[in-house]
């Protein structure tokens, strides 16, 4: 009884207190000796400028061998090149914090968890309090600030375009531009949903935008096409077999699939995916079809659910080369997931042996991408070191905390199975999760107002204040 009395005081400091550990939490990423990724994208503009190619060894005169990002991301981070390195370290740090926040409350909103109603001090907010700490915590965000990396504005604009098709003729064009230009590798499994939904309009001119400023910083080199040859010519040898590929012994951080001593493991496991990714498409189509014919979307355009939004970010980080801070993109919806399985369970009175698999499967997932990155050093080198016959079928790595220690994969492993389980859920309940607010709904308008899932509409009402 004392706890529900006070329930707005005591949920309210313990609300506080949760933001207090993880404002902590982030500051401690803060070190300027760090920011990597941020040295990279100036130096490779001022090159640019100076009219330098960054692209080849031969004419790049910095320690800044591997430029892996795109033309257009050095076009966009010109502007920061006469800013001083302190000043550059905290754009790229606070922007991240900002981008992620919003993408994070972005997907929760869309999925029917309104800010209006989890920031309410009630004890049933709890599990989401908890689950949205964990994911601005997450080591995939917090390795994202430490590096310096664009991944959190890059995911934030993309969801911007993609989640409101009625937007389109609005800011969805240069929002999906501005992504593709920052890093365009973390939209190759999302852009194909814009071809199910015919959403062509966009799909062109984003594409012209993003084209264009991928080309223009050629003016400044050799011409067009030499900087582009160049730029790909670099990009394919450093994921096929340089710095950036499981060639490379420090290749701990990576999560995508390669991490195979056999060339037909590898290959099989991006089939299989594959496979499964044109499944999902394929029941994303007909759900639009049957949408439409009801008349429930007033355009047919077909709805996604965040379980086939993770998976989708899952098979992205697993199909091709990417490191542990784009993982970003999949966290959020790893939250929304978990939240609406243990709703649909408690709506449903449903505690079966079936229905607990998978909730306790996607805790076991969501929690994996929160833990502590150091842990998962931990772990992979004492598999390594203990197992080292591992080294016949697996790719170890170096660890740098613990010199010349053998490292098992566990990050790539970890993501395989991410995207296994998220396709093996979607193939079982992509009936049973929301698609979220419905286009006809959305008018341009706050993301807050429209359609909330029909969940949510079974759920109890709120407390009366």
């Given amino acids: 009884m004392f706890f529900k009395k006070h329930e707005k005081i005591l949920a309210g400091i313990l609300l506080a207190l949760i933001c207090i550990l993880v404002s902590v939490r982030i500051s401690t990423t ?16 001022r090159l640019i400028l100076q009219g330098i190619s960054p692209y080849t060894p031969e004419t790049n005169p910095t320690r800044y061998k591997y430029p892996m990002q795109a033309p257009s991301m050095s076009l966009l981070t010109m502007p920061l090149c006469p800013l001083p390195d302190l000043a550059v370290f905290l754009f790229f740090f606070f922007t991240g914090i900002l981008a992620f926040v919003g993408f994070t409350v972005l997907i929760f909103d869309f999925y029917g968890f309104h800010p209006r109603d989890y920031l309410k001090p009630r004890w049933k907010n709890l599990p989401i309090w908890f689950v949205f700490a964990l994911i601005l915590t997450s080591s995939p965000f917090l390795f994202s600030l430490r590096h310096g990396q664009n991944a959190c504005m890059t995911v934030f604009f993309l969801f911007l375009a993609l989640l409101y098709p009625k937007r389109d003729e609005k800011g969805n064009i240069i929002f ?16 194909p949903v814009l071809l199910i939904q015919k959403r062509w309009r966009l799909c062109v001119f984003s594409f012209l935008l993003f084209l264009s400023m991928a080309l223009v910083t050629g003016f400044w080199l050799d011409g067009v096409i030499p900087s582009i040859r160049d730029y790909l010519h670099l990009l394919i040898e450093n994921t096929m077999r340089g710095a950036n590929s499981y060639h490379n012994a420090n290749s701990l951080f990576f999560v995508h699939i390669g991490f195979f001593t056999s060339k037909t ?85 449903d505690s079966r042996t079936f229905n607990l698999f998978w909730v306790l499967g996607i805790a076991g997932v969501f929690f994996l991408w929160t833990f502590p990155l150091r842990l998962f050093y931990e772990i992979g080198s004492w598999i390594g070191c203990n197992i080292p016959a591992g080294q016949a079928v ?21 993501m395989l199975a991410t995207a296994c389980f998220l396709f093996a859920m979607e193939m079982f309940h992509s009936s049973d999760f929301s698609t979220g607010k419905k286009p006809a709904q959305d008018h341009g308008g706050d993301p807050a107002e429209g359609s909330t899932d029909a969940m949510k509409a079974e759920a109890a009402p709120d407390n009366p204040e």
């Fill in 176 to 191: 999906l531009a501005l992504s593709a230009a920052m890093k365009y590798s973390l939209l190759t499994m999302q852009a």
């Fill in 30 to 45: 803060w070190d300027k000796k760090g920011f990597v990724d941020a040295r990279y994208f100036v130096e490779t503009s």
């Fill in 394 to 414: 697996f790719v170890y790595s170096n660890n740098p905390m613990k010199e010349h220690s053998a490292m098992f994969p566990i990050c790539s492993l970890g």
């Fill in 265 to 349: 493991a590898n290959t099989l496991a991006k089939v299989i995916l594959l496979v499964l990714y044109g499944v999902t498409l394929r029941i994303i189509h007909l759900r639009g079809k049957k949408n439409a014919n009801a008349g429930t979307d007033g355009d047919g355009t077909p709805g996604v659910t965040a379980l086939e939004w993770g998976a989708f970010a899952a098979l992205t980080m697993a199909i091709s080369y990417h490191r542990v801070y784009d993982a970003v993109l999949i966290v959020p919806f790893l939250g929304v997931i978990l939240l609406e399985t243990l709703k649909r369970v408690y709506l449903e009175d």
